[in-house]
């Protein structure tokens, strides 16, 4: 299987990071679909409580749900999230801007707190320019006002930063 296509094998180069990112499709489908069936029993049992991106293995895990929790490690370096009303967005912990590879605020928050993307906005909407040119580097403020803003309505969406339509592949993972 590892051996070139041309030798009469499939090309895979890796196949631990091939089983991975299959996994992490897994994982990507319970993110869209989380009211199919699979994702409802996969919630009651691992996180009843909480949401997919932060469930943790546990103790006492299936080796699917082991699996699939391996496979969201792809999921965590490729995603951000796409700005809505920007609730829910922590600004220092979750990914949202638009800086590979990590996605992340790098500088350390000003004061402790719970901060949210929605608070670095305007009540109109727009981005609070002297607030974000004041918190953070040049760079960082750079990258935030080149976001998109979106309504205060539509909710924040988890998407894949490496293909066009935002959907994880396989081929892209």
Not at 33 to 57: E, I, Q, R, T
Not at 76 to 87: A, L, P, Q, T
Not at 128 to 147: G, P, Q, R, T, Y
Request: glycine share 10%.
């Amino acid at each position: 299987m590892c051996n070139g296509k041309e030798r009469g094998g499939m090309g895979f180069r890796d196949l631990g990071c091939f089983n991975q990112v299959m996994l992490a499709k897994q994982g990507w489908r319970h993110i869209r679909n989380p009211d199919s069936l699979v994702g409802k029993v996969l919630k009651a049992c691992y996180f009843p409580h909480g949401d997919f991106l932060n469930a943790n293995k546990g103790k006492h895990a299936s080796l699917v749900w082991s699996s699939i929790v391996w496979g969201k490690e792809v999921i965590e370096k490729g995603s951000r999230w796409r700005v809505g009303s920007g609730m829910g967005i922590d600004i220092f912990k979750d990914r949202w801007l638009p800086t590979p590879p990590f996605f992340k605020i790098s500088s350390s928050p000003p004061f402790p707190g719970n901060f949210k993307v929605d608070m670095l906005r305007l009540d109109s909407g727009d981005w609070n320019n002297a607030v974000i040119e004041h918190l953070f580097d040049a760079k960082e403020a750079k990258a935030i006002l080149s976001l998109p803003v979106g309504s205060f309505n539509h909710a924040n969406v988890l998407f894949w930063h490496f293909t066009k339509d935002g959907e994880y592949t396989v081929k892209s993972g």
